[in-house]
């Protein structure tokens, strides 16, 4: 953590809560912002007496509190990561912080259309699914969502990222959008640490059609296929090997 956070943050208000691919940022009225992210297994636990407690699970021991923040109002927000993947810091005014500076177009933002993924995954010998988790590429994207996209597409995660026509990038783009749009809709995926903010779990892991169902039936629509499982650059990757070509 920064030298000066305890500094920077006493005394300030929060004016804007923004995210920027995997960070939340935390915009503040003076100075830095504050940049939080969550790891793999990080959670923000918000606690309001007023309210209640927001969210209490009791696997979630407290000596793994790395950042404990309290509102003018008793609000209590705290960062607590088991394993110690997260990170907190501050963005400074102007600054092109080395976390954020290089990071590709929002997936779901007006930036990221069809054209633009054809230009950056142009010439490129690396496997398609290599590709979508580059953060350079298209920021956000995380394994369960580039495979249950692929999936969709129709696009064999091996297929080099610079071979792919424009039409299926295309369907690829859209694809993208709608496992993103209704995997929010559905508060994301809970296999083992995620929860929403409100401590539930996400329900989209229910309308997986390729991530973990290895040796299950494909489910696409006359597909005879089985779904297997390879391992890209150390990552499980779920596909279809009849209807992704």
Known sequence: ??????????????????????????????????????GMSGRVRIEDERLGQFHHDASILPQHDHLVLTTDRGTRITLNDARRFGAVDLVRPGEAHPLLAALGPEPLGDDFTPDRLARALAGRALPVKAALLDQRIVAGLGNIYVCEALHRAGIHPRRAAGRIGRDRLARLHAQIRAVLTEAIAAGGSSLRDHRQASGELGYFQHSFQAYGREGKPCLRPGCTGTIRRIVQSGRSTWYCPVCQR
């Open 1 to 38: 953590m920064p030298v000066d956070l305890v500094q920077v943050l006493t005394g300030a208000r929060v004016t804007a809560l923004r995210r920027r691919s995997k960070y939340i940022l935390a915009d503040l009225n003076r100075g830095p912002s504050l940049l939080l992210h969550l």
